[in-house]
């Protein structure tokens, strides 16, 4: 709440703190609950219904289930023909998962997305915050193993 409160004290208009708010709500609970949107809404002196909107916009913002890591795979054009179908097979062997499912132990999630803004890179993914390029099997596990 403290961060929020920063957040929209930050901004001269309150609503413009709506992403910074909904990062901070992602990163604490690790996703957005649905009952957080009221709550924001009535902070950021908004109709509920556009601070839905926001939400819905954004790739970026999870509704539903919630897991400790967020797993971004770049399915835009240049990842597609770069080597994605590679990536994400290399993810569901390590993990054990398909994209939206969760981890038995909470820890991962793959979630596709469009376009990472990172396409000389492609193949890309993030892991929260983090960019990375896909280069082998064994790099990407090297790479999931520091996220605990
Ligand atoms: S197309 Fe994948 S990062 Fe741009």
């Not at 004290?9 to 649905?34: D, V, W």
Request: hydrophobic share 40%.
């Amino acid at each position: 709440m403290e961060k929020l409160n920063e957040h929209v004290n930050y901004f001269p208009r309150k609503e413009q703190a709506i992403l910074m708010c909904l990062h901070t709500i992602q990163s604490y609970y690790g996703y957005i609950p649905p009952a957080s949107l009221r709550p924001l809404a009535d902070m950021l002196e908004l109709p509920l219904s556009q601070v839905e909107q926001v939400v819905a916009f954004y790739d970026m913002f999870d509704r539903e289930t919630p897991a400790k890591h967020r797993i971004r795979v770049c399915v835009s054009i240049v990842c597609h023909f770069l080597g994605k179908a590679k990536l994400l097979r290399a993810l569901e062997k390590n993990l054990g998962i398909k994209p939206g499912q969760v981890t038995p132990d909470g820890r991962f999630k793959i979630v596709p997305a469009q376009c990472l803004g990172a396409c000389s890179e492609a193949p890309v993914f993030m892991v929260d915050e983090d960019t990375y390029k896909f280069e082998s099997e064994e790099d990407l596990n090297e790479i999931l193993s520091r996220y605990t």
